[in-house]
């Protein structure tokens, strides 16, 4: 087929070139996100605003346990709908990996570890969660680290693990998140590495930290 002289041979040349430009496919998936919430909200406001509820001869109240398992139906839908559109929104998936690690301070308990990668030089980054459970409001709140040993030796100083911010408090009843960053130089060896997250003032409370710096492809 001619293509015309003008035509350079580019990908733009393609009447769905779009379906390859990841900018344009945010937009679009985020329009339709918006427009699905929207519907659904509308649906639940038309449902629960709808129509009295029919009575019988003596006045009361008819279907009265049918509606209300309706609603109750109707709701979690809507609910299950609108955590899928939250998660699969662009940027849902957070870049800090914690797999779950929190201190429960109040409780005296920890959970979880921070298990890190990294494929070379850089920073890897995760997150510690400080749960406050009690009334009373704890008050500065510090994270601490140790170096980070490999199994033939191989070490990442203490120096190297950051936390942002260094210190917090916690009012009664909150949680909050501190990111845990570990500098990794181009002098360290590629290999699993191993330490203990503490808490300052919290003698029996630690937590695992790993990271795994691999080695590059050949």
Partial sequence: ?????????????????????????????????????????????RFLQGGETPTDSAGSARGTTAADGDVELLMNTWWAMFGRLLRSM????APLRGDGASFDLAGESASGGVHLAADGPGLAAGEVWLHNRGADEIGSVALRCGDLLAHDGAKIGSGAVQFTPDTLA?????????????????????????????????????????????????
């Fill in 1 to 45: 087929m001619d293509r015309g002289a003008a035509d350079d041979g580019s990908i733009d040349d393609i009447p769905w070139a779009r379906v390859f430009d990841p900018v344009a496919n945010a937009r679009a998936l985020s329009a339709i996100q918006a427009r699905g919430f929207s519907a659904a909200a509308q649906l639940v406001d």
């Fill in 90 to 93: 662009p940027g849902a998936a």
């Fill in 170 to 218: 916690l009012p009664g009843r909150s949680s909050r998140g501190i990111a845990v960053a570990v500098k990794v130089t181009p002098e360290v060896a590629p290999g699993r590495y191993r330490g203990t997250l503490l808490a300052q003032g919290y003698p029996d409370l630690w937590l695992p930290l790993t990271l795994t710096l691999r080695a590059p492809l050949e």
